[in-house]
């Protein structure tokens, strides 16, 4: 089937099958690899992208749902070749060591954001419950959020982080 959907800004019409799912659609069919694919069933939120401003599981949505719709993925975080604001808090307080979980933290994280300017560490912790991350530890994620909002941790949120 023809899928014509909003990536980021821009319009992409794609032949696909009714089966394939919109990560896969994204990386085999329009060639945006930021999503990962981590569980494949919508356990570890690494596929996390938005799909009209609301952060979803890509691995559990078809591409046919996508339809005229608006998804923004990692690749749009960058403008100008320059990272956001979001992704230069995560740099800067080291919330990235693999990286495979961090396209989908970002996304989620900017999906939080946009509804909550500015989130405490319990909204942040409720926002990013879906997304898994095996390496970096999450008191350095939250930090980062917290960055990116015009925040600093104290000590005694990161106590309880
Ligand atoms: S790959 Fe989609 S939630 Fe894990
Ligand atoms: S940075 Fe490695 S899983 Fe999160």
């Not at 570890?44 to 996508?66: I, K, P, Q």
């Not at 996304?107 to 095996?134: D, H, Q, T, W, Y």
């Amino acid at each position: 089937m023809k899928i014509r959907v909003t990536i980021n800004g821009a319009l992409y019409e794609r032949e696909a099958p009714e089966t394939v799912n919109l990560l896969h659609f994204l990386r085999e069919y329009v060639g945006l690899t930021g999503a990962k694919e981590g569980c494949g069933g919508g356990e570890c939120g690494a596929c996390t992208v938005l799909l009209d401003g609301r952060a979803v599981n890509s691995c559990l949505v078809l591409a046919a749902e996508v339809d005229g719709r608006s998804v923004r993925t990692i690749e749009g975080e960058v403008r100008d070749g320059k990272p956001s604001a979001l992704q230069q808090a995560f740099v800067k307080r080291h919330a990235v060591q693999c990286g495979f979980c961090s396209p989908g933290v970002v996304m989620s994280a900017r999906a939080l954001i946009e509804r909550n300017p500015k989130p405490n560490v319990e909204e942040i912790k409720e926002g990013l419950e879906g997304n898994f991350c095996r390496c970096t530890g999450y008191v350095q994620i939250i930090e980062a959020v917290l960055e990116a909002t015009g925040q600093e941790p104290s000590i005694e949120e990161r106590s309880h982080a």
